[in-house]
DNA sequence: CATGAATGAGCATTCATTCAT
DNA sequence: CATGAATGAATGCTCATTCAT
């Protein structure tokens, strides 16, 4: 009979990420065992270094392709261009829906950065300043054109991205409300979070 | 004869205490050895026993202790009363100076969660559930007296406070901004991202 | 491909149920660790693992397959029928010489009872009632018969095994007696024990 | 106020006694702590030093008293003379009721012999011996008048005592037969084992 | 491609014991 | 006479990892 492509092994390493990630979610990298993932996946604790050389790299595998997923996913987005509002709200519900969606992945990327060895830090921290560089250079455009008010970029950036991220620490797939609803509450969040405060010189100027 | 108060005894359990958060917030409560943290501390892994039965008590105990201390001093703080904005911008300037202050209890309230048993668990979520609730019940005044928009309580609720606490991820004392301007700041995407979206009725209605 | 029937793993397993109970025997169930067990097997301590959960159920695995192979070699031992005195005699004998040739096992059996958690303890109990119940069949037989005097069956029963099993205590192989002598020598003992006291009537009677 | 005589010190003394043989005999000697103990006392760990320099001392000054106090009541039992089965059912009967009486000392005595250091080990066999020479004596002086069939004289002493001593595995306190019934069937089954088979001779000498 | 057996280090926890007070 | 604090070694057990098969 012939193989699948891709044959058994590599059927065999998306077990193991999917696995990985549903565990390292649910108990911490350091609460999970390489047994109790073999286990998960159906092999022997031996049989996942085949795969992938140690833990720390298995994880350092995974944060990285997620990172590379969603930067991937982000560019792939249609995206409205030079309205930094509709563009921030864009951003924002990119965000959401992408992050309620992979909730295991997620979690695992902004909790496990503790875990990483210094190399695999700073591999990591170079994807997610990559993915944070569209949301600075939005509200710098915004603030710029008046439209958002923004005393202090970096720390605004980083706020905005916490706000939007907390979400999946509660979010449950089947809860009262959907990724679209949740994306919409938290664009109108971060949208008025950096809003400009006084639109009113609309009243008298023509500008 | 009677001991000295205050003695021996006393000053090696704070040390456990301070030490643990330390190091718990640096390498995850799954991530330090009783060892270690007894070594951090200055004595033998055995003597940690002698002030807390288990390790896992031990991290129960700090995360309720520490989110006591935060409900007193949220208690014991000079607030605004009737004026929902303004007691949002001091609910929030108290939680970032208060969370700053203390990043690493902080951070191993936030993270550890899921290092509890059921039991610790429920009465650590009780605590944070009171410390929220003021913050509910701010938003919900504020959106009755039409000074916020507030489309729904809860997410907006956790949103904010997620927004407010991410800060502990990054901020180093001795960094760019001190605690006052972090708290400033913070305060102000707060107040923005619920408040009420049209001031504008001012250009055309005499109210 | 297959790996050889009997290959290192059951070799590895027997020799840990020799190991332990020797030891077990010598220095009783808590005063033998889990290192001293391994370093006698010639493994580290983290193999005995491999093959028994915990060392609570090593033993109990070892008490319930003792009394197994007793119970069975009585089953399988060449016995007289409806003669109590002959029936009586066989026990001791056979009771003896298969206690003599496995003192470490028997003493452990003996000895560990109150190391069982409850669990274990009433299945390992279960067992060694099983094999006394033919005793007491053999006793109450012969009492109904006129040739035993049994004023009280189960203690009865109780001491003659006390008897017949505390040769164990002191008996070593190359000892002044083989296990052929000794095995006569209490069945001799067990048998007048219970013998009917008065066969006087022979003096006087046809009979 | 008056101290008792002995003192605190001397009451407490007894408590650890007390107390010892209680969880030894219960769990063993390896398996009761040091701090279990003095609790069960209502001291401090440290305290028991007081009194014992080691818990093995403990326990060989434990096994010696009992053994001492066993071997002045053997002295003080009021005892036929120059009448071996009655000297034997005397022996058989004292025994068992000075153990049933005594169950977790003896029950200490006879178990925990492996746990002892050489020195103390041959302290306590030398006590042991002595209190069995009696048995010795009688079963010789019963067997040299034709009383008794001995032949086999120390293995006769050891069946003895292991039959008699069996008892205190099982009886409780308040069981269903007291301490003087039980006497009374262990020491008539002493005398059936060892009584000499035959007193047919009765019948036809003038003897 | 995977197993089954094993290692050696490490874990949380408990131990008998010491000693200043 | 006793405590409260601590030690240092040991306990049962789990871990990531290796490797012959």
Redesign the pocket.
């Known amino acids: 009979m012939a193989r699948t492509i891709g ?7 998306a077990a193991i990420r999917e696995a990985a990630a549903r565990l390292f979610a649910r108990h911490g990298f ?9 286990e998960e996946v ?17 994880l350092a595998d995974m944060m990285a392709d997620h990172l590379r997923r969603l930067l991937d996913a982000w560019e792939a987005e249609p995206k409205p261009r030079a309205d930094p509002p509709a563009e921030l709200a864009a951003f924002a519900r990119f965000h959401v829906r992408y992050h309620v969606d992979r909730r295991d992945e997620v979690f695992v990327n902004y909790m496990e950065l503790r875990s990483l060895a210094p190399d695999h830090f700073s591999q990591i921290a170079a994807l997610r300043d990559a993915y944070e560089a569209p949301l600075r250079d939005i509200l710098a455009r915004g603030a710029r054109a008046g439209q958002f008010h923004v005393p202090d970029l970096p720390v605004t950036a980083m706020a905005l991205v916490a706000m939007l991220t907390g979400v999946t620490r509660w979010a449950r797939p089947g809860g009262r409300l959907d990724a679209d609803a949740l994306a919409d509450l938290h664009a109108a969040l971060a949208l008025g979070a950096v809003r400009a405060p006084h639109p009113e010189p609309s009243c008298f100027t023509p500008a």
């Open positions: 044959s058994e092994g590599a059927r065999t390493e350091e609460g999970v065992s390489m047994r109790r993932l073999a159906g092999v022997q604790a031996g049989a996942l270094y085949r795969y992938f050389p140690t833990k720390q790299a298995l």
